[in-house]
C-alpha cells in the first residue's frame, strides 16, 4: 500500500438559505464564511505535521478542485446533517479520483448507516484514538467502521491549527472550552452525542489557544463553540473567565467572545458580570416556546425555572446580547402559539430571533419516541430556520403549522423591518451604558459603514433602517457602530425570511395552476371530445396556459437565493410533469375519440 503522506482536510459545504449562515451580512464585511471548520483544524493538530503534508479545502469559502484531490494520499471529511448532500458529493469525487476518504464529525456519529462510499467511517470524538487508526492505516488494517471511542478527556489538547485557516476570508475565529450539556431535553442530540457530564479545557489551554490567534494576527470577534458554556458554571466563574479577563488585559482586550448557554445563566449575576469583564457581548439561549406545556413535554425544566423574559433582561444589562433559538410544532402546541412566539421576541429585545420548526433528529429521545409511535417521515435534513415542513407527523394541522410559521416569520422580519429594528432599539435600551470594550474605528469598520450607507436606504426596508441608524447616531459612536452592524445583520434575515415566503408562495401557485388545469381537462373531457376543432383549440389553450404559469414562475425565482432554488426545483420539476401528463391524457383522449 502506498504510504500516506499529503492528507487532504474538506470541509462540505453548508447550505447558505438559513439564518445560521449569515450570507447576506458577509458581502458587507468582505468575508466568504461566517466561522471556520474547528473541528477539523482540531483533528489536524493530532496529525505529526513531521510525517504528514496537510492542506484544508473549506468549500464554503472556496471550490474543491481536482487537483486538490490528486494531490491527496487521502482525504478527511468532517460534517454537520445540514452538510449531508454536500458531503456525499465530497466522497463520490474521491471515489472518481481514487483517492481514499474518512469521513467523520457529528452526522457519521449520528448516522454511521447512512455514509455510503466512504473507505473508512470514525465516529464520535477521536481525540485519542487517531494515532492508532493512522498506525492501522499506514499498514492496510483499518477497519472501514471503527467502533465508538470512549469520551476523551480535553483538559490539556493541543490547540487546533489555526494556520492552515485562511483568516481573512472568516467574520469570527472559534475555539472550544467544554463539550457536553447537563440538560436532556428531548429534541436535542448534543447530551446523546457529548454526555450529560460537561468535560473542560484548563483554563491555560484555552490561553495558548487564544495566544495562538493573537500571533498569528487575528483581532476581532471568537464564537466560543461550547452547546452550553456554563455546564460547569463553578469552574467556569474561578477559573477561567478570570484567567481570560487578565489575558485581555495584557493583550490590550482585542478579542470578543459569543457563546451559546441555558437561560440559567441569567441566576448567577458574578458570573454574568465575569463574562462581561472577559470580552462577551452575546450569547445564544434556547428559549424554544413561552408554552410552558411545551417547555415541559420536551423536557427542557431549566426555562421553566425562571421567568424567561426578565432572564433576558438581566443578561442583557450587563451587556450581553441575547440571540435565541425558537421552535414551533411541539405536540403540546396549541394555534395561539404563534401570536404567543410574536409577542415574546418583540417583548424581549431579541432580533436575532431564529425560528424553526421542530425537527426529529436521528439519536435524540424525540426521533426516538416518534419513530415508536409511526410518525417519522423522513430523515431530518438539519436545516430548521427556514423549511416549511417537520419530518414527522404533528399533532397540528400541517396547514396551519405551515401557515402560523409563516406569519411568524413575516411579523417578526416584516417586510419593511419595523418589528425588527424595533427589538434592537429595545435591546440597545437594554445594554444601557454598561463599560463595554471600546476601541478606535479602524478601516474595515468604515468601508462596512459606506457599503451600509450606500446600499440599505435603498431597500424595502431602507426608511426603518435610515430612522434607527439616525436615532442611534446621536447616541453616541458605540450605539452607531451598533446600530450599522445591527442594520447588516438585519438585511441577511429580511433577504432569508423574504426569499423563503417568495419560494412558498410559488410553491401555492404551481398547486393551484395544477388543481386549475386539472378541472378544466375533466371539463372539457365531458363537454368537447365529440368537436374535434373545439377539443383542439382547448388543448392548446392548456398547453399554452402551462407554459405562461412555467415561464412566471422562472422570472420570479430569478432573485431568488440559489439554494432556495435548488430546493424548489424539484418541486417545478414534478409540478412540470404533473401539468403535461394532465394535457397529454386530453390528448390521447381526444385522438381516441377521433377514431
Not at 447550505?15 to 473541528?39: D, E, I, Q
Not at 442594520?487 to 393551484?512: N, Q
Not at 373531457?525 to 392548446?540: I, P, W
Request: some cysteine; hydrophobic content about 40%; proline content about 4%.
Amino acid at each position: 500500500m502506498k504510504p500516506i503522506e499529503n492528507i487532504l482536510l474538506v470541509y462540505p459545504k453548508v447550505p447558505s438559505n438559513t439564518y445560521w449562515s449569515y450570507r447576506h451580512c458577509l458581502a458587507f464585511l468582505s468575508k466568504k464564511s461566517a466561522h471556520p471548520p474547528l473541528g477539523l483544524i482540531t483533528v489536524a493538530a493530532y496529525l505529526d505535521s513531521t510525517v504528514y503534508h496537510l492542506k484544508l479545502v473549506d468549500m464554503n469559502i472556496e471550490p474543491l478542485l481536482e487537483k486538490d484531490l490528486k494531490w491527496a494520499d487521502a482525504v478527511f471529511a468532517s460534517a454537520m446533517i445540514v452538510q449531508k448532500a454536500s458531503l456525499e458529493q465530497v466522497i463520490a469525487s474521491c471515489n472518481r479520483i481514487g483517492v481514499p476518504v474518512i469521513a467523520g464529525g457529528p452526522y457519521v456519529t449520528t448516522c454511521p448507516e447512512s455514509i455510503q462510499g466512504a473507505d473508512h467511517v470514525l465516529p464520535g470524538e477521536v481525540d485519542e484514538t487517531l494515532a492508532d487508526f493512522m498506525a492501522e492505516l499506514q499498514t492496510g488494517r483499518a477497519k472501514r467502521e471503527q467502533p465508538m471511542p470512549k469520551r476523551p478527556d480535553i483538559t490539556n489538547l493541543p490547540p487546533p491549527r489555526f494556520d492552515l485557516l485562511n483568516m481573512n476570508a472568516y467574520a469570527s475565529m472559534a475555539i472550544q472550552y467544554s463539550r457536553g450539556c447537563p440538560f436532556q431535553c428531548e429534541f436535542c442530540d448534543i447530551w446523546k452525542i457529548y454526555g450529560n457530564r460537561p468535560r473542560l479545557k484548563a483554563a491555560e489551554t484555552v490561553l495558548e489557544e487564544l495566544t495562538t490567534l493573537y500571533e498569528l494576527g487575528w483581532r476581532g470577534s471568537i464564537f466560543v463553540v461550547d452547546d452550553n458554556f456554563i455546564g460547569n458554571k463553578k469552574r467556569v466563574k474561578s477559573e477561567l473567565l478570570p484567567a481570560v479577563t487578565a489575558w485581555q488585559k495584557v493583550h490590550g482586550n482585542v478579542f470578543r467572545f459569543y457563546t451559546e448557554a441555558s437561560i440559567n445563566l441569567a441566576q448567577d449575576e458574578a458570573l454574568l458580570a465575569g463574562m462581561r469583564d472577559a470580552g462577551f457581548n452575546g450569547v445564544f439561549v434556547g428559549i424554544e416556546t413561552p408554552s410552558e406545556a411545551s417547555l415541559k413535554e420536551t423536557g427542557k425544566l431549566q426555562n421553566l425555572k425562571s421567568d424567561m423574559l426578565n432572564a433576558v433582561f438581566t443578561i442583557q444589562r450587563y451587556g450581553i446580547e441575547v440571540m435565541a433559538g425558537f421552535i414551533l410544532g411541539f405536540d403540546s402546541d396549541t394555534e395561539d402559539i404563534f401570536d404567543q412566539q410574536i409577542a415574546f421576541i418583540q417583548q424581549s429585545g431579541i432580533p436575532r430571533a431564529m425560528v424553526g420548526l421542530l425537527s426529529a433528529l436521528p439519536g435524540t429521545e424525540l426521533y426516538e419516541r416518534l419513530k415508536q409511535e409511526g410518525r417519522i417521515i423522513r430523515q431530518a435534513d438539519g436545516n430548521n430556520t427556514h423549511c416549511m415542513s417537520t419530518n414527522f407527523y404533528t399533532k397540528m394541522d400541517p396547514r396551519t403549522l405551515k401557515e402560523g410559521y409563516r406569519r411568524v416569520l413575516a411579523s417578526i422580519y416584516d417586510l419593511n423591518l419595523k418589528n425588527y429594528f424595533r427589538r434592537c432599539n429595545r435591546l440597545m435600551k437594554n445594554l444601557g451604558n454598561v463599560p463595554r470594550f471600546s476601541s478606535n474605528i479602524r478601516l474595515q469598520e468604515i468601508r462596512i459603514l459606506l457599503r451600509s450607507l450606500l446600499r440599505q436606504p435603498f431597500t424595502p426596508y431602507g426608511y426603518q433602517f435610515v430612522k434607527f441608524a439616525a436615532v442611534n447616531f446621536f447616541r453616541g459612536r458605540r450605539f452607531f457602530h451598533e446600530a450599522i452592524m445591527f442594520g447588516v445583520i438585519g438585511h441577511h434575515y429580511h433577504r432569508i425570511t423574504w426569499d423563503m415566503i417568495k419560494v412558498e408562495a410559488l410553491a401555492r401557485d404551481l398547486d393551484r395552476t395544477c388543481e386549475r388545469l386539472r378541472r378544466k381537462v375533466g371539463s372539457y373531457k365531458s363537454r368537447f371530445l365529440d368537436n374535434s376543432e373545439m377539443s383542439m383549440r382547448k388543448m392548446t389553450g392548456l398547453w399554452k396556459e402551462r407554459n405562461r404559469a412555467l415561464i412566471r414562475v422562472q422570472r420570479r425565482m430569478e432573485k431568488v437565493n440559489d439554494d432556495f432554488k435548488a430546493e424548489f426545483y424539484e418541486k417545478y420539476v414534478e409540478a412540470a410533469k404533473q401539468m403535461r401528463e394532465l394535457i397529454l391524457s386530453f390528448e390521447k383522449e381526444l385522438l381516441n375519440a377521433g377514431g
